[in-house]
Nanobody, 124 residues
Framework: VQLQASGGGLVQAGGSLRLSCAAS????????MGWFRQAPGKEREFVAA????????YYADSVKGRFTISRDNAKNTVYLQMNSLKPEDTAVYYC??????????????????WGQGTQVTVSS
């Protein structure tokens, strides 16, 4: 199983980016896929999760209303649309997937597979 994240870059505050995470090796349509981020000197933190088969999405309070997670199961890909970006959103963003769906989705240990990370830098 591989998760390949892409779409990061440099953007000004208030701008937008869309991250993609393409999965290969198995389908994740019935499980949870999520996004985490890690800023320099900080721990990796939960950003958003999607349980497509339960029609459920979850967000960290810090991104609620600005970020949207979505899924294209035909492409086995999860997206993170990030709008109204702030300098504090600067981090390496990681996608992750669970082997089985779970209502526990905010901790690193809840996920079985991880992508390599993509850098997002928001300038003020």
């Amino acid at each position: 199983v591989q998760l390949q994240a892409s779409g990061g870059g440099l953007v000004q505050a208030g701008g937008s980016l869309r991250l993609s995470c393409a999965a290969s090796g198995r389908s994740f349509s019935s499980t949870v896929m999520g996004w985490f981020r890690q800023a320099p000197g900080k721990e990796r933190e939960f950003v958003a999760a999607d349980w497509w088969s339960r029609s459920s999405t979850y967000y960290a309070d810090s991104v609620k209303g600005r970020f949207t997670i979505s899924r294209d199961n035909a492409k086995n890909t999860v997206y993170l649309q990030m709008n109204s970006l702030k300098p504090e959103d600067t981090a390496v963003y990681y996608c992750a997937a669970q082997a089985r769906g779970s209502y526990s989705y905010t901790s690193i240990g809840d996920y079985d597979f991880w992508g390599q990370g993509t850098q997002v830098t928001v300038s003020s």
